[in-house]
């Protein structure tokens, strides 16, 4: 279809393209097709969402239901988006206030980085035990950490704490 709207606009007729033009003269453009074919790209994101999801895959193969979450859902977002373009007007409000939460946090966290040293460092990490019914072998984790005297000033117990383990998972807990 690019090809032949780049050489001759004319000649997009529908007995090119099949049936299916939803335009009233008769004619095709590419935009017709590429509203068909992010409609179907946002469809397929979705069914791997979906099938990610299942407890099994959510259980078993975590970094697999992760990966495909945080690449999945932006692509069927982007689609859906595409495939109609007032989608944006639904989704607006959400990523605003995604954005308005989430990244003061983070660039307040970066700077913070920066500026100084980091004041605490773990002492040790023991694993209690915590059998369950789904999960007799369950544990807990005690970390114990040493903090730097001002670390010890500003935070409190009660305030958060992020713990990212890289070798452990992608996510911070």
Not at 5 to 18: I, Q
Not at 90 to 100: D, E, G, H, K, N
Not at 136 to 158: C, I, K, N, Q, T
Request: aromatic letters at 10%.
């Amino acid at each position: 279809c690019w090809k032949h709207a780049a050489a001759d606009r004319a000649s997009l007729d529908p007995s090119r393209f099949g049936h299916g033009c939803p335009r009233e003269d008769g004619r095709c453009v590419c935009y017709d097709l590429f509203v068909n074919l992010t409609g179907l790209l946002g469809l397929l994101a979705l069914v791997v969402l979906l099938v990610s999801s299942v407890e099994y895959v959510r259980r078993r193969r975590y970094r697999f239901f992760y990966v495909m979450h945080i690449s999945m859902a932006p692509l069927f977002l982007l689609m859906a988006t595409l495939h109609y373009n007032r989608t944006i007007l639904y989704l607006s409000p959400s990523l605003l206030y995604y954005a308005a939460t989430a990244l003061p946090t983070r660039l307040q966290s970066r700077g913070r980085r920066r500026r100084r040293p980091r004041g605490t460092r773990i002492l040790s990490v023991a694993a209690i035990p915590c059998p369950t019914p789904r999960r007799p072998d369950g544990a807990v984790l005690d970390v114990v950490f040493a903090a730097s005297p001002r670390a010890a000033e500003e935070y409190r117990p009660g305030h958060h704490c992020t713990v990212r383990v890289p070798s452990l998972s992608l996510k911070s807990h």
